[in-house]
C-alpha cells in the first residue's frame, strides 16, 4: 500500500491474458488452502448453541420461514437471511453437520477470494498474499468451524460484494451499479449487522486513495447507507436486550469503563493477528477497573499510536487508514454496546473476522516488499503453511463439545460457562456423576451467582439421601438468584417433600413454580407428593399427578408415584398396577419400580407368575433388596413344587434383615408345614 493507494497505468505489465491467468491460478491455491487448512473441521459435529441456529422445529415449516422474518425472538438473534439460509439447509442435509460445514468452508474460500479481487482493485501490492493470509490465519477457525458463525462467513461475503460493486460505481457513476451494492449491503445487515461499518470503511478507502473526502462524490452516496446501518445496528442492538439476554448487572459498565474495555480489546485483536498461539474458545472476562490509573495505558496507547499516524499521513495515509479500518469495524464489539457473548469474556476470536481484513492487506503489502525474490517466496510460503498448520490443528477444539470445553478449561481454567457445560455432558454418562459435580462445583467456585449452576449441582446432590441437606441449599439459592425461573421453585419443592415437617414449605414452592408455568408436569408431581402429608386432600393429590401425565405421558416418576397413591386404597391396585407397568417401561433399570409392580399383581390369584417375574426381576437389578426377596419368597411358597426356591429367598432375606424375627418365623413355618 502506498501513500495515495494509485499506481502508474504507463509502467510495463504483464499482458492481460498472462494476468487473468496469474488471478485465476492465485484465486485457486487461496481456495485449495483454505479447503486443505479446514478439512477437519468438515468431522466436527454441532457444538455449544448450534442448535439455537440450526433450525428449530417450530420454524422448519413453510410458516417457519415467514416468522423468521416478521417475528423478532423466534431466533436467537434477527438475521432473517442467515436463518433463512439456514432453512434451506435444514430441507437438505437435515441434522448432519457436514453440510452446514462445507457451506461454510466455501464461504470463507469465497470471501477470500473477493478479498483478493478487492485488494487488486485497489492497487494494492501483494493482493494474493493478503487474501490468502485471511484464509488460513487460525484466529479464523472459530468463525469457520463453527457452525453459528455462519453468520460471519455468509455476511463478509456480501460485505465485499458490496464493496467491489460500490468502487465500480464510485469510477462509473451508474445508477445500476449503485443500486447492486446497496442491496447486497442491506442483505448483508440482514445476515450480521455488524457489516453496517461498510459505508464508513468506504469513506476511509476512499480518503486513502485521495487524500480528502468529498462531500458531494463521496459522502452523499453513501449517507443512506449510513442511514440503514445506524438503523440496523439499533434494531439489532434493541434485539440484544430484549430477546438475546444481554442486560443486566453482568452487562453494566460506565463510560468510562467501555473505553477502558475497548481500549485493551483493540490491542488483543491485534496481538492475536501477530502471535496466533494458544488461541481459545473462552478467554478469562479480566476486571475492570477505570478508577486504576493502569486501566488507562491500553486506550492511551492507542489514542497515542493514531496521532503518529496522522502525523506521517504525508508520508503514507496506509497505517491510519488500516488502523481506522481496523478500530472502526471492531467497534461494534468493544464494549460500547451490550452483547451477550460479553457474558463469559470482553473479547472473541470470530468477532474480529471482518476487522482483520485491513491489517491483513498491510500485512500482505509489507511482506511482498520485504521478501521480495525467490528465498522470500520460501519464507512467504513457509508462513503459509505454518498458518495453515496452525488452523488445521485449531479445528480440534471445534470438533465436539467435549473437546471445545475441555480444551477451553486447559488454556482457561476460570472458564465457568465451560465448567458447567461439561458438567451437563458428563452428568448423562455412565459414571459421569461425581465428575459433573466437580465440574458444577468449578462453575460456582468462578462464578458463585451462577443459578443454573446451583440447580445443576442440586439435582445430583438430591439423589444422594445423605446429601439431601447440601441439595437444598443449592436449591434455596438458585431460588434468591432467579426467583422468576419456575423450576427453581420446583426442584426445591420437590426436595422439601422428603424433609419432615417441611410439606407445608414444599406446598409453597411447588405452587409458586406452578404458578409461574403452569405446565411444568415435574412441579404438578412434587406439589401432589406434597400434598401425602393432608389425607384429606387425596382427591387433589391423584388430580395433580393426573395432571402431570397429561403434560409428560413419558414422565415415568408421575407413573410411579400415582401408583403409590393408588396402591394405598386395596381397591385400586389394578388401576395401581397399570402405573407401575407403564413406569416400568419408561424406567426398566429401576428396581423399585418392579418391585412395587410385583406387589400390586401378587395379590391376584391369576396373576402370580407375572408377580414372581417382576420380583425376580427388582433382584436381579438389586440383589440386596430384603423386600425383594423376601415378597418373592412368599409368593413361590405359595406355588406347588416350589418349596426349595421359596426357602432360598427367605433365607436370603433373613440373611439381609437378621433382626426380623417374622422371616424366621415365615422359614420355620415353611420347612414345617408338608410337603
Known sequence: MDAGGTHDASMAGPTPAASWRRDRGAELLVVVATALAYLPSLSGRFIWNDGDYVTAPGLRPLAGLARIWTQPGATQQYYPLLHSLFWVEHRLWGDHPLGYHLLNVALHAGAAVLFGLMLRRLAVPGPWLGALLFAVHPVHVESVAWITEQKNTLSLVLYLGAALLYLDFDASRRPRTYAGAFTLFVLALLAKTVTATLPAALLVVLWWRRGRIRGRADVLPLLPWLVVG????????????????????????????????????????????????????IYPRWPVNPAAATSWIAPLAAVALAAALWSVRRWSRAPLAVLLLFAGSLFPVLGFVNLYGSLYSWVWDHWQYLADLAPLALAGALLVRLWAGPAGRVALGALAVLLGALSWAHCAMFHDDQALYRATLARNPGAWMAHYNLGLLLQDLPGGRAAAMEEFEAALAAKPDHANAHTALGVLLAQNPSRLSEAIAHFRTAVRLAP????????????????????????????????????????????????????ARRAERLAEYEAALRLDPDLALAHYNLGIALAEDPTQRSAAAAQFAAAAKLRPADPDVHYNLGLMLVADPDRQAEAIAEFETAITLNPNSFSAHYCLGLALAKQAGRRSDALAQLEEAARLRPDLGEVQTEIRRLRESPP
Open 230 to 281: 445506524a438503523a440496523a445496528g439499533v434494531f439489532s442492538s434493541w434485539v440484544e436486550r430484549g430477546y438475546g439476554g444481554a442486560d443486566g448487572t453482568d452487562f453494566s459498565l460506565s463510560w468510562a469503563g467501555r473505553l477502558v474495555v475497548a481500549g485493551r480489546a483493540l490491542w488483543f485483536y491485534a496481538g492475536q493477528l501477530v502471535w496466533p498461539f494458544r488461541l481459545n474458545f
Open 484 to 535: 422468576a425461573v419456575a423450576r427453581n421453585h420446583s426442584n426445591l419443592g420437590s426436595a422439601l417433600v422428603q424433609v419432615p415437617g417441611a410439606q407445608a414449605e414444599a406446598l409453597a414452592e411447588c405452587a409458586e413454580a406452578l404458578r409461574l408455568d403452569p405446565g411444568i408436569a415435574e412441579a404438578h408431581d412434587s406439589y401432589a407428593n406434597a400434598l401425602a402429608a393432608f389425607p
